[in-house]
């Protein structure tokens, strides 16, 4: 399954199954890479709190916010591959994720966790379905 779903990796792996040789430096790497990665979104974390969020805001919405990005973000990466979904899903969940910034903005204090709580649930949606009916199944 994981050369299907992610043929970057799959391709390598496939290599060195071919050769006979250690995917140990293979999933090392990967493991660095990811590791950076989480670094740098650390490092970013206060810019992206101030200029997203408004000056005051619910304890604890930025936090979870950016966890909804990370998760969607995984989530994008292993089950969104077909030209449709790719098309057509980034389009809304983009436009989900700009109602709800606009909302925070707009409303002080308003119900911040009720939208969030919206938000999740209908990108969770929106992924099921683009899953169930655009995805194909790896052979």
Avoid: H
Avoid at 33 to 54: E, Q
């Amino acid at each position: 399954m994981l050369y299907r779903s992610m043929p970057w990796i799959g391709a390598m792996s496939a290599y060195l199954d071919r050769s006979s040789a250690s995917k140990k430096f293979l999933v090392d790497s990967l493991c660095v890479c990811l590791l950076a990665f989480y670094f740098m979104f650390l490092s970013c974390y206060y810019t992206w709190t101030a200029m997203v969020f408004p000056l005051m805001f619910s304890e604890g919405i930025n936090d979870c916010y950016f966890l909804y990005c990370n998760m969607l973000e995984f989530a994008n990466m292993i089950f969104i591959r077909t030209r449709c979904s790719i098309k057509y899903y980034s389009k809304l969940v983009t436009l989900l994720n700009l109602w709800f910034l606009v909302y925070i903005q707009l409303y002080f204090y308003g119900a911040v966790w009720e939208a969030f709580a919206f938000l999740n649930f209908a990108t969770a949606s929106l992924t099921c379905y683009v899953i169930l009916n655009f995805e194909v199944l790896p052979l």
